[in-house]
């Protein structure tokens, strides 16, 4: 079935600094992948449309300059946490549908634990 | 706004028995519908899907009934089995944006 991968898995950064997460399909080519953040107990809250070749598309109350993503190609969308800060601590999950399977779900990565000290 | 919940935070089942896991939603304009079962510090991983011009899928032990009436979907897992405990997510979203709003999540437990 189609594979998502999502590095690091975990991450601990310091207050200030920038965070990059990479997220990449592994056997279909996905031209649109999905950010999601998850806080501890709470559900999934999507965050941003990542679309290959063009602006992501950001949900209501997400900073797009703080939260800077990248779909250079086909199989690779990157999430860039800018000046992170503690409240930035989360737990990031990217996903992506396989286009060449009609209807079909989305199919998500490991995720990533952000630690901002 | 929380156009998907789930109202039932938890739910303990003994092993071999039914499990069901509800979800409401408020969006009338959603017409495809997913279940998600998570692990801790892993991503979610997709069991079943139905779309709102149906009122059941089933798959194995899993079976999704839409009452689009109602607003309604519910997961039934049966037999369960202890490796079914997990958190299990309700998606809901329309089949042409795949942009999907996840419930809050249900976790289950089914003791051996």
């Known amino acids: 079935g189609a594979v998502v991968s999502q590095h690091p898995s975990w991450v601990i950064c310091k207050s200030g600094t920038s965070v990059k997460i990479e997220c990449r399909s592994l056997d279909f080519q996905a031209t649109t992948m999905f950010w999601y953040r998850q806080f501890p107990k709470q559900s999934l809250m999507l965050m941003a449309t990542s679309n290959e070749g063009s602006k992501a598309t950001y949900e209501q109350g997400v900073e797009k300059d703080k939260f800077l993503i990248n779909h250079a190609s086909l199989t690779l969308s990157t999430l860039t946490v800018t000046s992170a800060h503690p409240e930035d601590s989360s737990f990031y999950i990217c996903s992506a549908r396989d286009p060449g399977t009609g209807a079909s779900p989305l199919h998500f990565g490991n995720g990533t634990r952000l630690t901002v000290t | 706004d929380q156009q998907v919940k789930q109202n039932s935070p938890s739910l303990s089942v003994q092993e071999g028995r039914i499990s069901i896991l509800n979800c409401d939603y408020t969006?009338?304009?959603?017409?495809?519908f997913l279940w998600y079962k998570k692990y801790p510090a892993e991503g979610p991983t997709f069991l079943i899907s139905?779309?709102?011009?149906?009122d059941k899928n089933e798959d194995g032990r899993f079976t999704v009934f839409l009452n689009k009436s109602a607003k309604h979907l519910s997961l039934h897992i049966v037999p369960s089995q202890p490796g079914d405990s997990a958190v299990y997510f309700c998606a809901a979203g329309g089949s042409g944006t795949y942009k999907y709003i996840f419930g809050t999540g249900t976790r289950l437990k089914v003791l051996a």
């Open positions: 139905i779309s709102s011009i149906k």
């Open positions: 969006n009338s304009m959603f017409d495809y």
